[in-house]
């Protein structure tokens, strides 16, 4: 089964810049997650997708950041500007199950490192 | 607002020490706890997790946790660490705050020296 991917890896880019990560969730798989993790800390839900629909997105700095998953399959997350302080790594995560009982495992992917100079 | 508490951020140990991680958190109601790791290089996954019964689960590696309800506390476990062992374990926890939430703490860096 493959696992969870994500583009890209790395990306440095400079303030004011815009950037935009992508992932493809294990097939099958309706809740997708993506995540902030800033050095140090531990990751931070900034929005959850149950098929194409927003289930939660009460972290996300919506004044520059946006996501979407229009087929229910894979997302884009995009950060328009971006801030030095959005230096960390995004992380995207799927779990299969559809309820929402949370007792669930989530799959993540490797990560994409930001680095805004 | 619901918090999870990992109160070491870096531990070092020798070979076939023993392990014992501490995990709090403040939520009063019904909880679904996890142990996520992250060894060097690859994804994070999930090393156990806990929603009712035993409240000692195993894990995989030979890792185990212990959920104790009054205390709030959902600590890992592992009697003989391995070199191997060295990763990043972060607790989870999901609860009903209006949804499901899972909320992770900060982590503790783990190097098992040979």
């Known amino acids: 089964e493959a696992g969870v991917a994500q583009s890209p890896r790395y990306k440095i880019i400079e303030k004011r810049q815009s950037v935009a990560f992508w992932c493809n969730p294990i097939?099958?798989?309706?809740?997708l997650y993506w995540y902030q993790q800033i050095l140090g800390q531990g990751p931070k839900l900034l929005i959850q997708?149950?098929?194409?629909?927003?289930?939660?997105d009460s972290q996300l700095p919506k004044d520059r950041f946006s996501a979407e998953r229009l087929k229910g399959v894979d997302s884009t997350l995009k950060i328009q500007p971006a801030k030095l302080e959005d230096s960390a790594v995004y992380l995207c995560?799927?779990?299969?199950?559809?309820?929402?009982?949370?007792?669930?495992?989530?799959?993540f992917g490797p990560g994409t490192r930001l680095t805004v100079l | 607002a619901q918090s999870v508490s990992q109160h070491n951020h870096h531990v070092i140990l020798s070979e076939a020490a023993s392990l014992e991680l501490g995990c709090n958190y403040s939520?009063?109601?019904?909880?679904?706890l996890f142990w996520y790791v992250q060894y060097p290089g690859q994804h994070l996954q999930l090393l156990l997790k806990?929603?009712?019964?035993?409240?000692l689960v195993k894990g995989i590696k030979g890792f185990e946790a212990e959920f104790i309800k009054s205390k709030f506390s959902f600590n890992l476990r592992k009697p003989s660490v391995q070199w191997s062992d060295t990763a990043e374990y972060f607790c989870?926890?999901?609860?009903?705050?209006?949804?499901?939430?899972?909320?992770f703490g900060a982590g503790t860096r783990l190097f098992v020296k040979a």
């Open positions: 989870a926890v999901n609860a009903n705050t209006g949804g499901f939430k899972t909320i």
């Open positions: 995560a799927s779990r299969s199950k559809t309820g929402t009982s949370g007792r669930d495992e989530q799959f």
């Open positions: 997708f149950q098929n194409n629909g927003v289930v939660d």
């Open positions: 097939s099958g798989h309706a809740t």
């Open positions: 939520y009063g109601g019904t909880v679904n």
């Open positions: 806990y929603f009712s019964g035993d409240p």
